[in-house]
């Protein structure tokens, strides 16, 4: 009995012998989502024998095919359509229960692109923010790029959109490219999103867009409690300018179509650039202001209705210099402020005559140093020299 046993052993032996000989699953290891086609190959069994196919993340024939599919090894191979994932892909072939080929399948999905191209009205945005000027209205074109799997280049052209609830707050599958319509002054902090759709409506990595709504501009503009680094420019009926310093390389025009108020604590570092208007009438120059040269104190040309200052000079006196200034016959008040480099007020001279005249200033009560002085009528700003 026991000899019965042992050829038996041995005939399923060799048969599984002869079946590792030549066996292999035939297809791409590396794939887009999509349909494939493996091909099998069993060496010694018969073309009859039944084959068990399993797959995980994908279906067999369609997309919403079967996971698992018998037929015989005759039939040669199976369509396969991947999924959209970023796991990997597995087919096994077994028969009678023990697996005799397992393949595994790494795919690309939509999971792992970006959309890198957003453009709003033809521009990119800066940062993935879109700066809209206020009181505007108008229609807003978002477009991004088709993109394409590597493999295929089958085009993924389907997006997800969501728009601003200010805007109407929609949510929507389209094409690349959106049209959005906007009210004055709405949107603001509010976000735009982008988000491929890929095979089978699998969602992709979402773009965000911020809204950066610029707040509409008060008639009465304060300009306060700030450092100014960069080019700026304000456009009030009124300006009211306190604590404010303007820093060595600065553009900054400040356009007051009624008036335009300089308090103390005003302070402008050299080589920056001021441009003061009331209306039409340009007060302060540019390229100019904060310059205290020969060369550039001559392009300023003052009207009698305005004032003035010219450069200092030392005095004959030792431990003084003098300051020659003009003041319009209209002026009811004006002082010289003078200030150190670090913008503080160390001195205030009152002038007591109207016209062209000048003051001694006692240098022997300041320390060694660079120093700004600044001419005030009636509260303006009129002149500034170093």
């Given amino acids: 009995m026991m000899k019965k046993y042992i050829v038996f052993i041995f005939i399923l032996f060799n048969s599984l012998n002869s079946f590792s000989v030549g066996n292999s699953l035939d297809g791409p290891t590396t794939v887009d989502p999509g349909d494939y086609y493996y091909r099998l190959s069993l060496d010694g069994w018969s073309a009859q024998t039944t084959v068990i196919w ?3 993340n994908g279906h067999f024939n369609n997309v919403n095919g079967k996971t698992e599919i018998r037929q015989t090894i005759a039939a040669g191979g ?3 359509v991947w999924n959209d994932t970023t796991e990997k892909g597995i087919i096994t072939i077994s028969i009678n229960g023990p ?4 393949t595994e399948v790494n795919i690309n999905s939509v999971k792992n692109m970006y959309i890198t191209d957003f453009r709003y009205d033809g521009n990119k945005p800066i940062n993935d923010i879109i700066s809209i000027p206020p009181d505007q209205t108008g229609v807003l074109v978002c477009t991004v790029p088709d993109m394409e799997y590597p493999i295929s280049k089958h085009k993924i052209n389907e997006f997800k959109w969501s728009t601003p609830k200010s805007w109407g707050g929609k949510i929507f599958n389209s094409s690349g490219t959106i049209r959005i319509n906007y009210t004055a002054n709405s949107g603001n902090n509010e976000i735009i999103t982008v988000t491929p759709l890929g095979f089978g409506g699998v969602v992709g990595n979402t773009k965000t867009i911020t809204i950066k709504r610029q707040i509409p501009l008060p008639t009465d503009g304060r300009i306060t409690n700030t450092i100014i680094e960069s080019r700026k420019f304000y456009t009030y009926d009124d300006i009211y300018v306190e604590n404010v310093t303007i820093k060595d390389g600065a553009i900054v025009t400040m356009l007051g179509h009624e008036s335009v108020r300089i308090m103390p604590n005003f302070r402008a570092e050299l080589g920056s650039r001021l441009l003061i208007s009331i209306g039409n009438q340009i007060v302060i120059p540019p390229k100019t202001f904060m310059n205290g040269s020969n060369s550039t104190r001559n392009q300023i040309v003052f009207d009698e209705t305005f004032g003035k ?5 030392f005095s004959s006196v030792k431990g003084s210099t003098v300051i020659t200034y003009f ?5 009811l008040s004006a002082y010289i402020q003078i200030y150190n480099t670090m913008g503080v007020l160390v001195m205030q001279i009152p002038i007591a005559t ?8 006692d240098t022997y ?5 660079i120093y700004i002085y600044s001419l005030i009528a009636d509260g303006y700003l009129i002149d500034t020299k170093k």
């Fill in 327 to 331: 003041v319009p016959n209209n002026t």
């Fill in 309 to 313: 200052m010219e450069q200092s000079t």
């Fill in 99 to 102: 697996v005799l080929l397992r």
């Fill in 354 to 361: 109207i016209g062209k005249n000048n003051i001694t200033i």
């Fill in 78 to 80: 199976a369509t396969v």
């Fill in 365 to 369: 009560k300041l320390t060694n140093g």
């Fill in 54 to 56: 399993k797959i995980t």
